[in-house]
């Protein structure tokens, strides 16, 4: 049976698998709040926010493990399509922009980058 976490009107907000902090109420899985919960599109929406939240994450993971492949010559920046290429190496340009700045921010504490 799943978990739930609901809000302060007590709404459900989360399910889970398994009991988490935040949803630790568990429901039958023919609960009826629960079957409109996951029916109704509310569920599925924030289901699809995470997701895209959790792609722009992921982004970095996987820049990482281009990185790490091309360093162990297990392929070459080459191997990839023009546009990926284009693409990795717009990333890499911002990045070391980035990296650059680092210095010049260290130095005023009251400047934050991301």
């Known amino acids: 049976m799943p978990y739930v976490a609901r809000d302060d009107h007590g709404q459900i907000t989360e399910v889970q698998e398994r009991e988490t902090e935040m949803a630790y109420e568990q429901v039958a899985l023919d609960d009826p709040e629960l ?4 029916s109704d599109g509310l569920g599925q929406t ?3 926010e995470e ?3 959790s792609d722009l994450e992921f982004i970095r993971v996987i820049e990482d493990i281009i990185a790490v492949l091309i360093d162990k010559r297990v392929f070459m920046l080459t191997d990839l399509p023009a546009a990926a290429q284009d693409k990795l190496a717009r990333r890499y340009k911002l990045r070391s922009k ?3 700045l680092s210095g010049i921010v260290a130095e005023h504490e009251d ?3 991301p």
Do not use: T
């Open 35 to 38: 079957v409109s919960f996951l």
């Open 46 to 48: 924030r289901i699809r």
């Open 51 to 53: 997701l895209e939240a």
């Open 98 to 100: 980035l990296s650059d």
């Open 111 to 113: 400047i934050m980058l």
